[in-house]
C-alpha cells in the first residue's frame, strides 16, 4: 500500500525542540500537497501544517504557527516538521499525509481550509511525540 512513512518522533522536554521526517518518496509530483496532523489521547485528529509540492506554499494552525516550520527536502524526497518551543499540549501522535486536493486549491486558501482531514487520500502510521519533563 502506498504510504508516506513518518519518523523522528520521541521523548522532548517542553521547550525543547524536535525534527519530524516524512518519507514522501511516493508524493512528489506537482499535484500533491504533504500534511501533518496530530491526534492527542482521547481528542480528534487535528491539522497542523502542509506544503504544496508545485509551489512551496505553507499553511499553518493557530496553535503552532510560529513554532513549527514545515519545509522540503526535494533531492530526499522529504518533509520535515521542525517543532520548537515544544508545549505538553503538543503530546500526541503525529501523521504524514498527502492530498490531491489541497494541492489544486487556489494557493489563497485560508489554513483552516488547506488542513482538513477529509481532503487527504494517503496517511502514515504515526509518530508518538511526547512533551513532559
Known amino acids: 500500500q502506498v504510504q508516506p512513512v513518518e519518523s523522528g518522533g520521541g521523548l522532548v522536554q517542553p521547550g525543547g525542540s524536535l525534527r519530524l521526517s516524512c518519507d514522501a518518496s511516493?508524493?512528489?509530483?506537482?499535484?500533491?500537497?504533504i500534511g501533518w496532523f496530530r491526534q492527542a489521547p482521547e481528542k480528534e485528529r487535528e491539522g497542523v501544517s502542509c506544503?504544496?509540492?508545485?509551489?512551496?506554499?505553507?499553511y499553518y494552525a493557530d496553535s503552532v504557527k510560529g513554532r513549527f516550520t514545515i519545509s522540503r527536502d526535494n533531492a530526499k524526497n522529504t518533509v520535515y516538521l521542525q517543532m520548537n518551543s515544544l508545549k505538553p499540549e503538543d503530546t500526541a501522535v503525529y501523521y504524514c499525509?498527502?492530498?490531491?486536493?489541497?494541492?489544486?486549491?487556489?494557493?489563497?486558501?485560508?489554513?483552516?481550509?488547506?488542513?482538513?482531514?477529509?481532503?487527504?487520500?494517503?496517511w502514515g502510521q504515526g509518530t508518538q511525540v511526547v512533551v513532559s519533563s
Open positions: 499525509a498527502a492530498s490531491v486536493a489541497v494541492a489544486a486549491m487556489p494557493g489563497t486558501a485560508p489554513a483552516s481550509n488547506a488542513l482538513l482531514e477529509p481532503l487527504y487520500d494517503y
Open positions: 511516493e508524493f512528489t509530483a506537482d499535484y500533491y500537497a
Open positions: 506544503i504544496r509540492q508545485s509551489d512551496g506554499i505553507t
